[in-house]
Every structure is written in structure tokens, then in C-alpha cells.
């Protein structure tokens, strides 16, 4: 889907809530509304918007479909790396899934079921947000060994593998790669692990030659019922990744970035604990959000 389309279908105002759809309700994520359809499961990315693991009380007006797209634009140039959870001609399924619904069908993704893994896969090209403090507090980024006297927002020399907990409550937990394989068993975490890194390299090619600097992003993997891991949930989004400006990039502070950082900046200047409730947007920060969005969205979709 083009730029400008998509641009065009941006609701008003943060679509929260989801109409009653004629499906089995299967359950709510931070930010997605998921529906059983027998084989499959219908996922609709609403506009709530979660930091800290917290969903705030307002939305960003169309983040579920700058998100849903820009995850489509990369399940189609992941393929080769790895298949991904969308049924096949995922498209026309969809269209007659939603027939009576058309406004749903650019925030809904149509998948397989499939078993989950347990971790979230992610990988660091370079040192920022919870990576860098941790640095500054152990001199090592969740355990493994970095350069001495590196500064914030630089490029490792080599992409780590930082793995994390997927917790469906509260806050995701550091492993370490030990705790990884032992969690996954040797051959899922060696498929998980190259996998995690092919995948961001194929990121970080791509959005370099959008002008963006892919600084870190997560990943997360499923089993089908033959046992073969497949790629599911959202791929290479603002919300799952760090994005950049190249033509801004400058190490040795923070960067403006194409993500909820923003929002996240924000919050850390209220008086907050990251507990619910979490404070309301103002209008202006839900306006900047959603004009970084759009920036992602806009430089990886047109040619």
C-alpha cells in the first residue's frame, strides 16, 4: 500500500476500542484486539499506545495502521529469511474476512495459530536506552562484554543478541544468552539467534538506503504444529524498533527518533512511577508522535 493512501485512511481521533465483530473474542494485547476465527486468529492493531509496559490513557489517531502496514512491508522482505505467521494470500483472506468491516482491514492482520516462544529476540546495533544504562552502571550490556569508554548512541562493532522474558503482565526481564538456550533448548536458540541477527541486518541494509539509522529492534518467533519456527507478531515497527535519522545521526548523546522515545522522554519528566495509571497525553506530544510515525512510515514506503 502506498504512502499516501494509508496516510489518507489516518482516523481523526485514536481509535480505542474495536466494534463488536461476528468472531470469538479471543483476548486484548497493550495494543492489539485479537478475534478466533477456528484455524486462525484475526489481530487488530488499535491506536493505544503502551510505555513501560503501561497502556496510557490516549492514543496516537492511526497508529494501528502506520504499524500494521509498515509490518507487511517487511513479513514480504523477510520471506526469504524466514515465513512469517500471515496466511497465505493473506490479502484477499482478509478483504472477505472484513467484508462488512473495510475500515478494520488496514490494522488487521489474518495468522496462523501457533505457539508462541517465550522470549522476545533483541538485537542491538548500537548502544542506547536501557542498553546504555545499563553500561553506564556495569561497564557491560546485560552481561556481555563491550568496548571500554564507548559513548551513548554509537555502533558496536558487532550487533548483540540481548534477549528478554516476555512477560504478559508487567515489565520484560534481561537474560542472559545462558538463560536463553537453557529457556529454548540449543537448537531453537541457535535458529533464534541467527535468525534474530539475519533479520536485522536485512533491516538495517533497507533502512539505510532510507536515510534511517535502525538502532535496535525486537523479534519474536513462533512454532508451528510441525515444530519449524516462524516469525510472527509485528516486524521492524516504530514501536518494536529504534529508528533514526541518518542525516541527524551524531554519537555521544540521545537521537531524535521515528519511535515512541518521544513519548517515553516525556514521561520521565512527570511525576510517574510507571505504574497504572499512567498520565494522559497532551495534544502536542500525541501530535509529534504521531508526525514521527508518519516519517518512518513515509521514508521506508516510498521509493
Known amino acids: 500500500m502506498k504512502f499516501e ?10 481509535v480505542l476500542q474495536i466494534s463488536k465483530l461476528p468472531y470469538t473474542f479471543h483476548g486484548s494485547g497493550k495494543v492489539r484486539e485479537i478475534y478466533d476465527l477456528g484455524e486462525n486468529l484475526l489481530i487488530i492493531a488499535t491506536d493505544r499506545l503502551s510505555a513501560f ?23 514480504e522482505r523477510s520471506r526469504e529469511i524466514m515465513g512469517n505467521h500471515l496466511v497465505e494470500n493473506h490479502h484477499q483472506a482478509l478483504q472477505e474476512t472484513l467484508v462488512n468491516h473495510p475500515d478494520l482491514i488496514p490494522r488487521s492482520m489474518l495468522v496462523k ?21 545499563d553500561y553506564k552502571k556495569t561497564g557491560k550490556v546485560f552481561g556481555q562484554d563491550v568496548p571500554e569508554n564507548l559513548v551513548e548512541s554509537q555502533k558496536f562493532p558487532d550487533a548483540l543478541f540481548t ?13 542472559t544468552l545462558e538463560e536463553c538456550e537453557s529457556l529454548l533448548g540449543k537448537d531453537i536458540y541457535d535458529k533464534v539467534l541467527q535468525t534474530s541477527f539475519d533479520l536485522y541486518n536485512l533491516g538495517a541494509e533497507i533502512a539505510d538506503k532510507t536515510n534511517l539509522v535502525l538502532a535496535d529492534t525486537k523479534f519474536e518467533f513462533g512454532k508451528d504444529k510441525n515444530g519449524e519456527l516462524v516469525l510472527i507478531d509485528e ?3 516504530p514501536d518494536s524498533s529504534r529508528y533514526w535519522p541518518k542525516e541527524d545521526y551524531e554519537p555521544g548523546g540521545s537521537q531524535q527518533a521515528f519511535d515512541k522515545q518521544y513519548v517515553r522522554d516525556y514521561l520521565e519528566q512527570q511525576d510517574w512511577d510507571k505504574s497504572a495509571p499512567a498520565p494522559t497525553l497532551p495534544d502536542e506530544v500525541v501530535q509529534m508522535s504521531l508526525d514521527r ?7 521506508l514506503l516510498k521509493p
Open 5 to 14: 493512501t494509508i496516510k489518507d485512511q489516518l482516523p481523526a481521533e485514536a
Open 53 to 75: 509496559d503501561v497502556i496510557l490513557p490516549n492514543g496516537i489517531p492511526g497508529k494501528g495502521i502506520i504499524l500494521t502496514q509498515i509490518s507487511l512491508f517487511w513479513f
Open 113 to 133: 495459530k501457533l505457539d508462541p516462544l517465550p522470549v522476545e529476540a533483541v538485537v542491538r546495533g548500537y548502544i542506547s536506552g536501557s542498553g546504555w544504562k
Open 163 to 175: 534477549p528478554t522474558t516476555k512477560a504478559q503482565t508487567g515489565h520484560d526481564e534481561p537474560l
Open 235 to 237: 516486524v521492524l515497527t
Open 293 to 299: 510515525y508518519l516519517a518512518a512510515l513515509e521514508r
